[in-house]
């Protein structure tokens, strides 16, 4: 058997325990030995993983701590697939104890961190990632990035794909601390004033001018491969339209929200929006982007400004449909007939998803604590949209009766009266039995 004090987990999971070592011992040895068919050893390594797990949940990490050492002998198993697993669970397990347990030091992360990254050639880069955001969330930048240089020039045999996206990820985020470092310079730039020029102003810009430069390369990168990119879309767009570079702007936030082969993205098109409203494109432009994420996102923010440009131009009625607010316009639009069509099929859009995100009974309960006002006019909504039976109306009901019976009792009947009669026919009740 190895000496365990050569793992830096040892050194780490070994303070002054909670419960002696014998009791670990003998409760681990107990759980092997109860005529399981597997080998004490696996049996003994399963049971210690399970009291791991279980300290991790109840957020026990000086116990977790404990049992961590007893779990290192798994390094020693001879079966060269389960030789591969054990250092990836010692690194998931011991970062997450490092990160919380009270005693830990960001020295002792980072001694761990490195030792785990000698573990296995094949988690290297993976590693080196979670060690680099355990110092960006301790506001260690300068460590982080110097982490990040390394890595970037960190290589192993043929380069597999997995390591080619991982690799991909390191220079991205050394590209967003390069530009992290840049905006620290323009922000320099400018507090030294349109007049005060001289050699201190010029080795600013140029520094400046070097970390564009680095950034520009890595984040351009990165934004080409299909995912979800947001902070560096938004980083490498800032840098761009610093330097006046508006086509390659336009040509980056068109692919990142049309682009077939990346996965939807409302952010994408809210960019692409933000973009193009200052450069001062027309409201036809505007809304035809705002169109397509009021197919993703009807309830995005920009909606008021979609539905304000709407109501401004020829498609007033196209507004009025699109952003039904109020259960009396429903019943107006719907019991006069003229419209019935379009609201049945803007209703057949949402009454799969709609009643259910928003008239829940975790939401009812919610609403009623935080703004019993809301929660009155969401009531009123929901018993006509989905019935009486529906959750968040029965739940705000018997609220609103202990507090304003005769109020509430109107407000029954008013839709016991109007929600089956009125919206049967858009088949809006078919969609409460699951609530």
């Known amino acids: 058997m190895r000496d365990l004090s050569s793992y830096p987990m040892a050194a780490y999971f070994a303070y002054e325990p909670l419960v002696s070592q014998s009791v670990v011992s003998t409760n681990l040895i107990f759980s092997a030995t109860r005529g399981r068919k597997a080998t004490e050893f696996q049996e003994t390594k399963k049971a210690c993983l399970n009291y791991i797990q279980d300290a991790l949940l109840q957020h026990q990490w000086q116990r977790a701590a404990e049992f961590m050492t007893n779990y290192l002998e798994t390094l020693e198993n001879t079966s060269a697939e389960k030789q591969m697993a054990a250092p990836e669970v010692i690194w998931r397990i011991g970062t997450e104890i490092l990160c919380h347990h009270s005693k830990s030091s960001i020295e ?100 400046m001018h070097s970390f564009f430069r680095q950034a520009a390369v890595n984040l351009k990168e990165i934004i080409k491969i299909p995912g979800v990119w947001d902070p560096f879309v938004k980083s490498y767009v800032d840098l761009l339209e610093f330097y006046e570079d508006y086509d ?14 990346f996965p ?41 400004e979609y539905n304000a440009m709407l109501q401004k131009s020829s498609k007033s009625l196209d507004a009025r449909v699109l952003f039904l607010k109020f259960s009396c316009n429903l019943l107006t639009l719907s019991s006069s007939g003229k419209h019935l069509d379009w609201v049945t099929e803007e209703w057949n859009s949402r009454k799969d998803w709609w009643p259910a995100f928003h008239f829940s009974h975790y939401l009812a309960k919610r609403n009623w604590q935080e703004n019993e006002n809301l929660a009155c006019e969401k009531a009123l909504v929901a018993g006509i949209l989905l019935g009486r039976d529906c959750k968040y109306f029965k739940y705000v009901s018997h609220q609103g009766c202990i507090a304003k019976k005769e109020k509430f ?21 078919d969609s409460c039995t699951h609530l």
């Open 409 to 429: 009792q109107t407000v029954k009947k008013f839709v016991k009266k109007h929600s089956s009669a009125h919206l049967r026919a858009s088949g809006v009740l």
């Open 108 to 207: 002792e992360f980072n001694y761990f961190a490195e030792q785990m990254k000698n573990l296995g050639v094949k988690r290297y880069l993976k590693v080196c990632l979670e060690h680099v955001f355990h110092l960006l969330c301790n506001g260690l930048i300068d460590e982080a990035y110097q982490n990040l240089s390394l890595a970037e020039g960190w290589r192993y045999g043929e380069q597999t794909t997995a390591q080619d996206k991982e690799l991909k990820l390191i220079q991205a985020y050394k590209g967003l601390l390069d530009y992290y470092n840049w905006t620290k310079k323009r922000t320099a730039m400018l507090e030294l004033g349109e007049y005060q020029y001289g050699n201190f102003a010029d080795s600013v810009e140029q520094e």
């Open 264 to 304: 939807p993205n409302p952010n994408a098109h809210v960019y692409y929006y933000q973009f193009l409203k200052r450069q001062g494109e027309s409201k036809k432009t505007l809304m035809s982007v705002l169109k397509i994420l009021h197919e993703i996102v009807p309830s995005h923010e920009l909606m008021l």
């Open 248 to 261: 390659e702007v336009r040509q980056v936030l068109s692919e990142y929200a049309y682009n077939s082969k």
